[in-house]
């Protein structure tokens, strides 16, 4: 039997994390298979606060705790673990090389902040340098892509209970012509993703990273960058696409950048409003996932459909997502998108991505300061030379 010390000696947020717990019928026994692997939980939080080290095992422990308390556990723990590195005015001595000058002063930090705070996703009008489109633009149309095929579902995907796409097959591509395209799917191998100045430089940027800094307390982890082709060659039976969460790590934004223009009609982002945090509205909803991590397109739309946002832009626009909250990638009916993301994240507690960095075999230069300045933040990079 897990034994915990009396409540008068723990932290506020410890006492509020278990109070959570109780009140919603869960057992902590009951989240693992093993007592070993709740003690690797806590064991793990230890060692992360004390040495910032990732606890790997600790993934699907956090996940459950999320659906079974509404989300606010991730919160509490968030509070516990990062509460040595509270930073919510970040000093930068690098510069922007991916967006047009606007820079950690900018006056529309505060409107992104503040609509991040109430709805969970905000959109950056048009900032992307001409150049930086033009350049991945061109780079993702002609490098050697990887492919993928989808296949039809079975009728578990419509009901959300379905949690992947089936594929049907793999490959490689050189090059591709979006109004010709044969796959789903077309992705830049990473490595050859992050060899571009102008991903180096988002990855980087002054005004991106003090929107994440403002909005989380805390300077953010950047995970690793991914840019792909959605197409039109999708089987009927994939459309509508669930709902889902994200539960990669405690409290997190994505950043997502469009490089061709999205409508309604192309592939586009979806999001429930308000839905990062615990609400009347969506309670019903975040409940269902203690038992499965998709919702259905219709338990979303008889629920809150006032609430859902398609999120389209012109290209060179850039949105940041908190995807703790209800959303998805919604697939086209005609026409094609390409889309960079990553990850400005709180905590590097649970990182689900894999410890091993992605090498940068030529870095830029403001890529390298802000990397030399801030090693914890860019610990899933690593320079070669």
């Given at each position: 039997?897990?034994?915990?010390?009396p409540a008068s000696t723990l932290s506020p947020e410890t006492d509020r994390l278990i109070e959570l717990i109780t009140k919603g019928g869960l057992r902590l026994s009951n989240l693992?298979?093993?007592l070993g692997e709740l003690r690797g939980f806590f064991r793990g939080a230890w060692r992360y606060w004390r040495l910032g080290e990732t606890a790997q095992g600790s993934h699907h422990l956090v996940q459950k705790l999320y659906a079974y308390t509404d989300g606010r556990s991730n919160d509490i723990l968030f509070r516990i673990l990062e509460s040595k590195r509270r930073e919510a005015a970040p000093t930068l001595s690098w510069n922007e090389v991916s967006l047009e000058t606007c820079g950690i002063s900018d006056q529309s930090i505060e409107a992104v902040v503040r609509t991040l705070q109430v709805d969970g996703v905000a959109v950056v009008p048009p900032r992307l340098k001409k150049d930086a489109v033009r350049s991945l633009y061109e780079l993702a149309s002609s490098c050697s892509l990887k492919t993928t095929t989808y296949g039809t579902p079975g009728p578990e995907y419509a009901l959300g209970i379905q949690e992947t796409v089936p594929i049907v097959e793999t490959g490689t591509s050189t090059g591709v012509d979006p109004s010709n395209a044969r796959c789903a799917v077309y992705q830049v191998p990473r490595e050859i993703l992050l060899e571009n100045r102008y991903v180096q430089g988002l990855l980087c940027d002054p005004y991106l990273l003090t929107v994440a800094t403002r909005y989380l307390?805390?300077?953010?982890?950047v995970t690793r960058p991914d840019m792909w082709w959605d197409t039109n060659c999708v089987p009927q039976g994939l459309r509508p696409r669930p709902f889902h969460v994200d539960e990669g790590c405690l409290r997190w934004l994505k950043v997502g950048v469009y490089l061709t223009d999205t409508t309604i009609e192309t592939p586009h982002f979806v999001y429930v409003k308000g839905s990062h945090h615990p609400n009347q509205t969506t309670r019903p909803l975040t409940r269902r996932l203690t038992s499965r991590m998709n919702l259905s397109n219709?338990?979303?739309?008889?629920v809150c459909p006032e609430k859902i946002v398609h999120v389209t832009a012109p290209a060179g626009s850039i949105f940041l997502a908190d995807t703790r909250g209800i959303h998805k990638?919604?697939?086209?009916l005609r026409g094609c998108r390409l889309v960079l993301f990553f990850g400005l994240e709180g905590s590097a507690f649970n990182d689900a991505v894999g410890t091993q960095p992605s090498p940068l075999n030529k870095i830029e230069p403001e890529l390298e300061k802000a990397m030399s300045e801030r090693p914890f933040s860019y610990q899933f990079f690593r320079t070669t030379h």
């Open positions: 039997m897990l034994r915990l010390r693992t298979g093993t307390g805390v300077f953010p982890i219709k338990e979303v739309t008889d990638g919604e697939l086209s």
